[in-house]
Structure formats: structure tokens, C-alpha cells
């Protein structure tokens, strides 16, 4: 649709430009001394705005050799026809025009003065012509790129979006029903321990929705969320799940949110879940000069049958840890003696440049 | 409402084991026989109590629900008890399996109940290879076989079997001089174990090619298998071409 056409308002501010156009227009036929002011002015004003009508066909003949296409001779060859071809019409029309002028008694012999001015006529014709492409480029250009920064907002909406989606999807299923399991039957053997239970997965969910719409935060938050998961999840295994965090000196660290409690999760769920006995789900997070280093491990059944779970919530880390950090950050993954360990190492100002703490630390 | 239920309760969280056993307790026709926290016991339980019905998670360690099924074979009445898992829910729904969704209310366990008493007085019998076909999405070859020996679970890895032998309605899996019986078809077991290793070389046999020493011809038409260990096996002729194509 033309951008023009496609609103009334428009349309009268840019016929009300070509009023003045008409006027100046006037004003070279009467500097001409081809016709008297009153004479010049009735007939270059409607010129004008039969000429701005015939003008606004400059949109499609931008469009339809955009400058980033076609080259710029095949640009200037068709402004140069378009402008002659459209002009041509012009001195046509202004010839129809001076027909019916001249049919008026005492107009009768403004066509016959008015001739000499045709060239006049077609160069002004001409060069308005090209103006009116001009202005046609430069509003497809305008509109090119609030297009591009329209895409771009919305791109990143998406990803925005796409990401909370995926923490919402971290969270297991299996998480929830089985807690509400524990209380089901908490409720009756020990209420004060499934209000507690209710309170802590309250609080779990709440701080995962919160801290999922974050950037960056602390390490000291991501390992509260973390403590809570498995406060909750000790309620469900009881003494088979048993938790030890070391992060001594790496708290203030600024971390992704939810980037280790998928990591605990598969401990949890495809670990400690699977051993008879249960375990030790192990996390340590450690500061070197300018990287964190965070390790999940978590005992494992070495002869499970094939085709565990784990490659999912680990993919996702890894994705998440590529985007916010490209190649400065990575994780990898790997079983040995009956241990699963997750060692992830990623970028952080080195101390000096925060608070001006005394580099690594012995744990 | 002769005789009360005799009941297993297999779980391995004690809370949930608490929940089966309060709606189980509040219930005079219900009586709990054992109360297992893992496969191994619930396996062991049943061979020695031969329960009416046992109750039996889904998501267990070692072994889990579908295992034990397996294990204890379809004359063994069950109810399934899981959380959220969307094969094992659509395989009970297509195999008519009573199910119950954590957490359960007492009037839906009543109603299981109900339900499997119906059954067991009908003698309907779940179609044991079939719902675990459906449950468990195969993610590659078996890396191990179960076996019952009575009250004992044997975990089998493949690569410990030599070769799996058709024995009337049986298999038998012969591993270091040892022999392990199971209720399964040899075409079952043929299924389940990676064709790159295993191949059936003769109607009743199926053999681990890294067993073989080599094959002798033995008369028109006929070869024999001998393995490293000296034991002689049939192939039949469409069991040497299978084991051509893969040597």
C-alpha cells in the first residue's frame, strides 16, 4: 500500500505541499512575462496538484528498482525516463488544461501566451519528478530500518522468552508430584514437617521464577535456590541424600541464574536416585584470578541400564554458558570411579577489579 | 470379602511407602505382607509371600518398576504407582494396567482396589512384554539381562553371556560355564540384545560373536560353531549367512 494513500491525513499535508509548488511554479511563468500574475496563478496551481497526483507513481518506481538491487546506472537511467515520461504526461495534461482555460471568453488567449512556457513547464516538471523519487528512496530507506530495529526487538523478545521457557521446562514434573507426595503423606505422619515442606518448595519456585528473569546473579543466590532443591529433595530421600557445598571465597561471583541447579537436579534424579544406598551430592565452586571454577558430582550406578537422562539439563548449561560467554566458558562431563563429575569454568573480573580480595584460597 | 488382599508395597521413599501403607491400614479387607524399599526385595518378597497384588513404583534404583514386572511375570497381579511419565501412563492406558498418579487420594487407591479384585477374580493377566514394550522407549541394545532364580535377582551384563540356548519354554543364557534359565522366547531375546555381537546362527541358539574360535563345515549343508572354550554349537544355514555378513 502507499504510504501516502494509506491514511486521508496524509494525503491533504502532501497535497498541501504542492500548493506552494504551484505558486513558485506561477511565479516562474509570471517572471517569464508569458502571462499576467491572476492569469499565472489560476493556471499553475492546479497544475501543481494534478501534477502532485501524478507524482506519488515516484513510490512505485522506486520500488521497483530498489537502490540495493539494481545498481545505481539502472537508478539513474529510470529516474531520467520516469521523470521525462511523467513530465511528458504532465505538459499533456497542462495542453487539456489550456483548452477548457481558454474556453472561458476573456481567457481566450492565455493558451496561446501560455505556449512558449511549455519547456518551462517540462524541466519543472522534470526535476520535481526526480525530487519526488529522491524523497520516495530515502522513505523506503526510513522504513527499511525501523523495520530492522522492529525485527531486532522482537528477536530478542523471543530469545527472552524462548530462555524462560526453558527454565520453566528445567523444572521436572517428577520435582513437584513427588514433593506433593511427601506432604500427602507428611500431613498425617508429621504436619509441622509438610508445612515445612510447603513452605520450601513455595519459596523454591518463588526464587526460580524470580531469579530466572535475571541477568546475572550472585553464586551466593544461585547456591540458596540450590540448598532449597535439596532441602525439598532430602525430605523425599531421607538419609540417602546427603549434601555437602563448599564455595567458600567464590559467593560474590556473578553467575547466570539457574546455571547449577539443572546440574543438581540430574544429581539428584539420575544419581543419588539410583542408588539403593543413596549418596553425596558434592558441589565446589572455586576462584581463580579471573575464571570461577564450580564442580557438581554425584555418585553413580555404573551398571544402569543405558539411555539415562542426563543430556538434556547438561545441553542446556552448555548453551546457556556458549551464549552469555562464547568460547571463554565451558563445561564438560565425565565418570569416574563411580563418580559423575560436572566441572564448569567461566570468566569473572578478577578480584582486584571488585573488592580487592586476597587471590585463591587453599579448599 | 472373604479372605483380605494380601499386598506388596514396593517403593523406595519411605513417605510414599507411608501413604500406601495408611490408606492400606485404614482398610480391614487389605492386608500388607511385606513393605520393600527397592526391586531386589520386592522380588525376593513375592517368590516367598505370593502376594494377591503388589503395588509398585515406577522410578526406582537398580531396578525399576518395569524390571520387576519382568521379573516376576504376568501371573503376578500389579498396581503401577508413578509420578509423571508420559510412555508409561499411555502403555497403562492402551493395556487397561491399574495405575495410580502421585499423589493419590485415599478414595482413588480404594478404587485400584477395587479394581484389581475385579481382575484377580476374572484371573485377567497383564500382557507383561507388551505394556513394557509400550512403557519403555528402547534407547539402544540391552546392556544387561535380569534373571530370576527363585527369591534372587541375577543382573546379567551381555557381555558376560557366551551364547542363549531355546530350552522348551525357556531360554537359557550360558555364561562362564553357568546357566541361567528365563521364562522369554528366543526371538525376545533376540530382540533385545545388540545385533552387532549377537547373531542367531541356528534355530535354538543364539551366539556371542566374540565367542566364536571358528566354524567347521560338518556335513552338506551343516557347519558347527566352536568356541573358545570348546563348546560345539549347530549353525544352520541361514545362521552361517547371518554370521558371514557380520564376520
Same mark, same amino acid.
Given at each position: ?70 545498481? +545505481? ?45 511549455? +519547456? ?97 546473579? +550472585? ?131 578478577? +578480584? ?12 | ?41 520386592? =522380588?525376593?518378597? =513375592? ?141 525376545? =531375546? ?58
Amino acid at each position: 500500500m502507499h504510504p501516502i494513500l494509506a491514511r486521508p491525513g496524509r494525503l491533504a499535508a502532501y497535497i498541501a505541499i504542492w500548493v506552494p509548488l504551484g505558486g513558485l511554479l506561477a511565479a516562474l511563468l509570471g517572471l517569464q512575462g508569458v502571462l499576467r500574475w491572476m492569469e499565472a496563478v489560476v493556471v499553475a496551481v492546479p497544475l501543481s496538484i494534478s501534477y502532485g497526483f501524478l507524482s506519488l507513481s515516484a513510490w512505485y518506481v522506486t520500488g521497483g528498482s530498489p537502490v540495493d538491487r539494481v545498481g +545505481p546506472v539502472r537508478v539513474g537511467v529510470t529516474a531520467v525516463v520516469a521523470s521525462f515520461l511523467s513530465s511528458a504526461v504532465w505538459l499533456l495534461i497542462a495542453r487539456g488544461w489550456m483548452g477548457l482555460v481558454g474556453a472561458v471568453g476573456a481567457w481566450a488567449d492565455v493558451p496561446a501566451a501560455f505556449r512558449p512556457a511549455a +519547456p518551462t513547464l517540462f524541466g519543472f516538471g522534470f526535476l520535481l519528478y526526480l525530487l519526488a523519487m529522491a524523497v520516495s528512496y530515502l522513505a523506503a530507506a526510513f522504513a527499511v530500518s525501523r523495520d530492522a530495529e522492529r525485527k531486532g526487538l522482537e528477536l530478542q523478545v523471543l530469545a527472552r522468552e524462548a530462555e524462560l521457557r526453558a527454565l520453566r521446562a528445567q523444572i521436572d514434573p517428577h520435582f513437584l508430584f513427588n514433593s506433593l507426595q511427601s506432604i500427602s503423606a507428611l500431613t498425617t505422619v508429621d504436619p509441622p514437617a509438610a508445612r515445612r515442606m510447603c513452605l520450601l518448595l513455595a519459596d523454591f519456585l518463588r526464587e526460580t521464577l524470580a531469579l530466572g528473569a535475571r541477568e546475572r546473579i +550472585p553464586l551466593s543466590s544461585e547456591l540458596t535456590l540450590v540448598r532449597r532443591f535439596l532441602a525439598v529433595e532430602q525430605v523425599r530421600f531421607g538419609h540417602r541424600l546427603v549434601v555437602d557445598i563448599d564455595a567458600t571465597g567464590a559467593e560474590v561471583c556473578e553467575v547466570p541464574p539457574l546455571l547449577l541447579q539443572p546440574l543438581v537436579e540430574n544429581a539428584v534424579t539420575h544419581g543419588v536416585a539410583h542408588m539403593v544406598d543413596g549418596g553425596t551430592v558434592r558441589i565446589r565452586a572455586e576462584r581463580r584470578v579471573a575464571s570461577l571454577v564450580v564442580t557438581v558430582d554425584n555418585p553413580c550406578d555404573a551398571d544402569r541400564p543405558s539411555g539415562g537422562g542426563t543430556g538434556l539439563g547438561l545441553r542446556n548449561v552448555r548453551a546457556r554458558l556458549e551464549s552469555a560467554y562464547g568460547s571463554e566458558a565451558f563445561v564438560q562431563a565425565e565418570e569416574t570411579g563411580g563418580r559423575f563429575v560436572v566441572r564448569m569454568e567461566l570468566p569473572v573480573p578478577a +578480584p582486584d577489579q571488585s573488592a580487592g580480595h586476597p587471590g585463591g584460597n587453599g579448599s | 470379602m472373604d479372605t483380605p488382599l494380601r499386598i506388596v508395597i514396593v517403593d523406595d521413599e519411605a513417605l510414599a511407602r507411608a501413604v500406601v501403607r495408611e490408606y492400606a491400614e485404614a482398610d480391614t479387607s487389605v492386608e500388607i505382607v511385606a513393605d520393600c524399599a527397592n526391586g531386589f526385595e520386592a =522380588v525376593k518378597a =513375592v517368590s516367598e509371600l505370593k502376594p494377591d497384588l503388589v503395588l509398585l513404583d515406577v522410578q526406582m534404583p537398580k531396578l525399576d518398576g518395569f524390571e520387576v514386572l519382568e521379573l516376576l511375570g504376568r501371573d503376578q497381579h500389579v498396581i503401577f504407582i508413578t509420578a509423571y511419565d508420559q510412555y508409561a501412563l499411555k502403555a497403562f492406558e492402551v493395556h487397561a494396567v491399574d495405575y495410580l498418579l502421585k499423589p493419590f487420594s485415599a478414595d482413588r487407591f480404594q478404587e485400584a482396589i477395587a479394581r484389581a479384585r475385579e481382575r484377580l477374580r476374572a484371573k485377567t493377566l497383564v500382557p507383561v512384554d507388551e505394556v513394557i514394550r509400550a512403557a519403555k522407549p528402547r534407547t539402544g541394545p540391552a546392556g544387561r539381562v535380569l534373571i530370576r532364580d527363585g527369591a534372587n535377582v541375577h543382573v546379567l551384563p551381555v557381555d558376560k553371556i557366551d551364547y542363549v540356548e531355546a530350552q522348551d519354554d525357556y531360554v537359557a543364557f550360558k555364561s562362564e560355564g553357568k546357566q541361567y534359565l528365563k521364562d522369554q522366547t528366543l526371538s525376545a =531375546v533376540e530382540e533385545a540384545l545388540d545385533p552387532a555381537r549377537f547373531v542367531r546362527i541356528h534355530r535354538s541358539f543364539i551366539l556371542n560373536v566374540d565367542r566364536i574360535s571358528k566354524v567347521e563345515l560338518y556335513a552338506k549343508d551343516s557347519r558347527m560353531a566352536i568356541l573358545r572354550d570348546g563348546t560345539r554349537l549347530p549353525v544352520s544355514r541361514a545362521g552361517y549367512a547371518r554370521l558371514s555378513q557380520l564376520l
